[in-house]
Structures are given as C-alpha cells and as structure tokens.
DNA sequence: CTTGTAATGAGAACTACTCTCGTTTAGGTT
DNA sequence: AACCTAAACGAGAGTAGTTCTCATTACAAG
C-alpha cells in the first residue's frame, strides 16, 4: 500500500508544478470512485470544482503521470489514476450502450504472455512501446 | 479473398439502406489504405467528397457493420473496413505523438488463450461481449 | 510585509462532428 | 420513356466536449 498522495506530489514537482487543494481533490476522487470518471462525474462528486480548473489540472495530471485519459466513443473522456499509483494493471469493460467503463484483471500468466508478445510485435517494427490498452466492448448487466 | 462491395451491399441492404456511389468511394478508399484513415485523411484522397456526406455515410456503414470507428485522443476519429470484410483481426499500434495509427496481428495461439480469458472474464461479469480491442500506445519510427 | 510566480475560475473560443433543409438522384411502376 | 416517391446529397448552421483567455487570488521565498 503505497501513499497515492506523496508520489501524486513527487511526480508533480517532477513536473514543476504543485500538488494544490483542487490536485489533491481531484485525487482524492479517483481513488476513490475505484473506477474511471467522466468529467462531469467528477463535477457532481465535488461541487466546488471548476469545470475549466478541472479540466487543466486532469491534464496536468495526466501530463506528469499521476492520471489517465481513456477515450469512448460516447463523447466523454474518463480519468482514472495512472496504474503506477495504483500498482494495479486492469483492462477496461466498456458499455457500448451507456458509455460507463469499469475495470477487470486478466489472470497474471496470461497477462506475462501478453506482454511479452506486445514487446516482440514492437521491436520488430521499432516503435516505442509505452503501454497497452485492452477494452472489452459490449452491453454492461444495467442496459441489458 | 471475398468480395467486399457485395459484402458491404448486403448488410447495407441488411439495414434498409442503398449501396451508392458516395458509400462505395469511402469503402473502396478504407480497403486501398491497408489501415485507418480519419476523415480529413480520407477527404485528401478524394476530393470529390463532402465533409457532411462522408461523416453521415460513414455512420451508417458503420451501422451496417461495415466499417469501423477507432477512437484515439488526438481528436480525430479514424475508420475502416469491419473486420468481418477483411477477414483479418488484428490490433492497433497507435502513435501517441502523431495519432497515426497501424495494425498489427497477435500469434495465433495468443489470441485464441486472450479470446477465452476475455469470455471468462466476461460471463462472470454477466458483461455480453460484442468485440475486445487491444492498442499499442507509443511512439511511431517516424516520431522518435 | 513585499514581491514574483503559479493557480484559479468564469466565460469566450475552438473544433470535431452532427443536424437542417432545399436540391438532386435513383429505383420501381405504369 | 415518363412519372413518382423516397432516399441520398451537400453547403452551411448548430452542438457540445474540451481548451484557452485573462483578470483575480493564493502561495512561497526573502
């Protein structure tokens, strides 16, 4: 268990930037939502937020590593916490119907195959892997 | 090797819809790319096309099953041709400087292990399953 | 306390995408 | 062929999620 607030700052610093109150808050969120926020989730969890002050500081978040954007195709972005802070890897389940996103494990040794056959397939066309992203799309048990 | 156009017919017929001109460019267009195009790419390689036309057909054939529409988070969406059409599953290795995107296929065996786990995972959940999708987010040999 | 720099937030601006609506085209019937 | 009806077209207006602007506020260092 590591203390997801004190590397959020250390990475900020990093970064040049600062670990504010709204930064923390917005931290604070995610850890807890234990799963990706749209934005306006995000909003109508803590009032006090700007939507514009939200919106740079997911982004300077995410620029130092502490948050993930993960796009749908529903329109809206979700954030969760970078898995380095979580030490959590997870895939995403997304809803084709109502855009929600929640996350799932797959079993670690299929895991390790995976990403060894990810890393063969890169090197072999020389790009620069930084990460892989596995989404199961279909209809989640509500909309169904 | 199977006829796209007559495939693409069918399931647009499929839908109440007509197979035209407009429609047959944009699948003709996906098919000769050998990879995804966004709509600006696609409105380069044929002028002849309107912006409004080419969004709207490739939503219907996107309904129709016909195309694809992949998501990244440099704004622009990119498609192409359903993979049922090309008989050809395969990833994407997306470019997170550019936003360029390629394909690549897993081995064989691989994705048979990832297509049974991801059933597991997904039955367990009560998630029904249209499709998975994994990505490679990097740097392209272009970018680095 | 003072001073410089970063963060904030309300609203304007941006832009990928969708919608509107008058015109054109195509398929079916006589 | 000519007609008719409904679908498709396309230019431009509209939408909405996200980003930018800039005046104000908060914070950190000396």
Redesign the interface.
């Known amino acids: 268990m590591v203390d997801i607030h004190a590397l959020a700052e250390t990475r900020l610093r990093a970064d040049g930037q600062r670990y504010t109150r709204n930064r923390r808050t917005i931290v604070e969120a995610l850890d807890r939502a234990g799963g990706p926020l749209s934005l306006p989730q995000l909003l109508h969890r803590h009032r006090q937020l700007a939507q514009s002050s939200a919106y740079r500081n997911l982004a300077i978040l995410e620029a130092a590593g502490v948050v993930h ?1 993960i ?3 529903d329109g809206f ?1 979700r954030f969760e916490l970078a898995q380095a802070l979580t030490e959590h890897h997870h895939h995403h ?1 997304i ?2 119907t109502c855009g929600s996103v929640e996350d ?1 494990t ?2 670690a040794a ?1 895991e390790d ?2 990403e060894k ?2 890393r063969r ?2 090197t072999k ?17 509500g909309c ?1």
């Open positions: 954007r796009v749908t195709n972005a389940r809803c084709s799932f797959l079993p299929l195959s995976l056959a990810l397939v890169a066309s020389d790009f620069q892997v930084a990460s892989h992203q596995l989404d199961l799309i279909g209809v989640c048990p169904s």
